[in-house]
């Protein structure tokens, strides 16, 4: 079998061999042919089968370079003739397909260098044409091939300089024609193209303000009347500490006086009261503390006895089932002794009879008066009368309940042993673990102590109207509270209770923490009123993305973007984008 399976293996090996010899020599001669006939490409690819077939061919390598030399001088002439009908971008490509085919061909490159001067030439002068598509197109492509070319590069700083110009003026114009969401955009898109070539990013800093401060929602808040005389309080709710608990990057005003028309609501603010108060409340408190040690009952003990006791009562109840057992599988054994004795008696029995008939048979032959025939006292069913057959039965019977009984008692047995050491195992963790142990003894010691309480309650009155609506708004009080507490008491050092005095805080801070409360509650519900406002701004922004570019969709956009500037919605911020080029929107916004 040995021999067999080598002589198998090395036929296989000689075939597949035998094949790729003969791929090769095809793909050799395939190549060869289309060589002769100058169908390079077809060439090209006979000789890199061959090439797959056998890596090491020396000679197909030098093949497939000598066809990559001749096809790279045929699209040189096609690169040629193709630059004579002015036709740079067709002649640049062949001549790079040229190269890609041999390296080595010098005339090529020297061609390729001067196909892509010209045509940075030609990117310059659609640049003074103010033919900026064009020029970026023609200076992007030279770069494409020649990523370090000095006169693409520059032409490329100047385009983008052309195009930061020509947005700034769009930009400009724009502004001056009062359309200022358009002007930012434009202004946004002149400082991406080249930064620092105009002074767009400040223009735009500045549109921005302008448009800022034209959708702005204007919080008219007036002097705030101290009915408390509590100066302190009520300098806490003014202008200025509501202008500071706004967020800032909204453009949310807090002023004293609004022109008409605008959007925004009247604040109106009266300090009622200011209610300082303390309070003390008695009560009690317990120490614990320790106080020595005292003996008792090792509680582990116990728990270990009782597993114990269990232990030894299931010792009991399975020495009672073996009991049980061994019992029944000596009754059995028993019986089986019985039937055996009584098989082996029938046995006998038979036997005698049998020898009986034999012996009278042969009498009677003897006897016979025809030699030659037996007598019908010599019947074969005297031997096999089957009298012990039922014996027979009751002993196998019998022989299967004693194998069955005795499988039961090694079962009884084995569980005996094993919930014997059971019960050794408890029995010597019990002696092993003391009867009593040590505990700690705690005592408690009480004492007296005083809740200090100090509450400032300020009770604030605002009323706050529209600015474009009628409507006489009901007042709305609210009380406003902050408190401190401390806890004081005297007790002893043994005890692990220090003195320890009141320590409150100032009614002052207080009075300060309280007011800035209240505002933070004022600041909260003008976010309110603004958040509805500029909801409605952002939904008639939504309604024109069908048409994202257009100048009025552009004024509208740009103006809830700067109203949503802590979170500018994509649905309205990435078509803008799209329609008007902008690499990074969210500059728009200032960012």
């Not at 930061?164 to 724009?174: E, H, P, S, V």
């Not at 020495?319 to 049980?324: G, S």
């Not at 009593?436 to 509450?455: A, G, I, K, N």
């Not at 409360?517 to 519900?525: S, T």
């Amino acid at each position: 079998m040995n021999s067999r399976g080598a002589l198998g293996a090395l036929a296989l090996a000689s075939l597949l061999a035998l094949t790729a010899c003969s791929a090769f020599s095809r793909a050799v001669k395939e190549g060869d042919a289309a060589s002769e006939q100058q169908k390079w490409a077809d060439a090209e690819a006979a000789y890199l089968r061959a090439l797959a077939a056998d890596p090491e061919a020396s000679e197909v390598t030098v093949k497939l370079r000598e066809v990559r030399k001749a096809w790279s001088q045929v699209v040189l002439e096609e690169a040629r003739g193709v630059r004579v009908s002015g036709d740079l971008d067709g002649t640049m490509k062949r001549l790079v397909r040229a190269l890609e085919l041999d390296a080595d061909n010098v005339a090529a490159r020297e061609m390729l260098g001067t196909t892509l001067d010209e045509r940075v030439a030609v990117g310059l002068a659609a640049l003074k044409e103010d033919k900026l598509q064009e020029a970026r197109a023609e200076l992007d492509a030279v770069l494409a091939v020649a990523p370090d070319h000095a006169g693409a590069k520059k032409g490329v700083d100047a385009v983008q300089v052309a195009w930061a110009k020509r947005w700034f003026t769009t930009g400009d114009g724009l502004e001056k024609a009062g359309k200022l969401g358009n002007a930012l955009v434009a202004y946004v898109r002149a400082d991406q193209e080249r930064v620092g070539a105009t002074s767009a990013r400040e223009r735009a800093e500045v549109v921005r303000q302008k448009l800022r401060d034209e959708v702005a929602f204007l919080v008219v808040a007036s002097a705030v009347e101290d009915h408390a005389g509590a100066p302190d309080v009520a300098q806490r709710l003014g202008a200025g500490r509501l202008a500071s608990a706004l967020p800032t990057q909204l453009p949310l005003r807090v002023v004293t006086e609004a022109p008409e028309g605008r959007e925004g609501v009247r604040l109106d603010l009266s300090l009622e009261r200011v209610l300082p108060l303390k309070a003390m409340e008695e009560a009690q408190r317990s120490h614990r503390y320790l106080a020595g040690k005292m003996s008792v009952p090792n509680p582990r003990r116990a728990g270990f006895e009782t597993k114990l006791l269990q232990a030894e009562r299931q010792q009991e109840e399975v020495d009672r089932k073996q009991a049980t057992a061994l019992r029944e599988y000596l009754r059995f054994q028993a019986e089986l002794t019985t039937l055996r004795e009584g098989a082996e008696r029938c046995r006998e029995r038979e036997r005698r009879e049998c020898l009986d008939a034999l012996r009278e048979c042969g009498e009677a032959a003897m006897d016979a008066k025809s030699p030659g025939q037996l007598p019908s006292d010599c019947s074969p069913a005297r031997c096999a009368s089957g009298l012990c057959s039922k014996e027979e039965q009751l002993l196998t019977q019998k022989v299967f309940a004693v194998k069955e009984k005795q499988m039961l008692l090694e079962a009884a047995v084995e569980r005996s042993e094993t919930q014997r050491v059971d019960v050794r195992r408890h029995r010597d963790t019990v002696f092993r673990e003391p009867v009593t142990v040590e505990e700690p003894m705690y005592s408690d010691f009480v004492y007296d102590v005083q809740l200090h309480r100090l509450t400032v309650t300020a009770s604030v009155t605002a009323v706050m109207r529209d600015l474009l609506k009628e409507q006489v708004p009901a007042p709305r009080t609210e009380d406003f509270a902050v408190s401190h507490e401390d806890l004081a008491h005297k007790g002893y050092d043994r005890y692990g209770v220090l003195a320890d005095p009141v320590q409150l805080r100032n009614e002052l801070e207080l009075r300060v923490e309280v007011g800035d409360k209240a505002v933070a509650d004022l600041a909260r519900r003008v976010k309110e009123r603004f958040d509805a406002y500029r909801g409605k701004r952002v939904e008639d922004a939504r309604r024109g993305m069908v048409r994202p570019g257009a100048e009025d969709v552009v004024e509208t956009a740009v103006r809830a973007l700067l109203l949503t500037a802590d979170a500018p919605p994509p649905d309205i911020l990435q078509p803008l984008a799209r329609a008007r080029g902008l690499n990074r929107p969210e500059t728009l916004l200032g960012l």
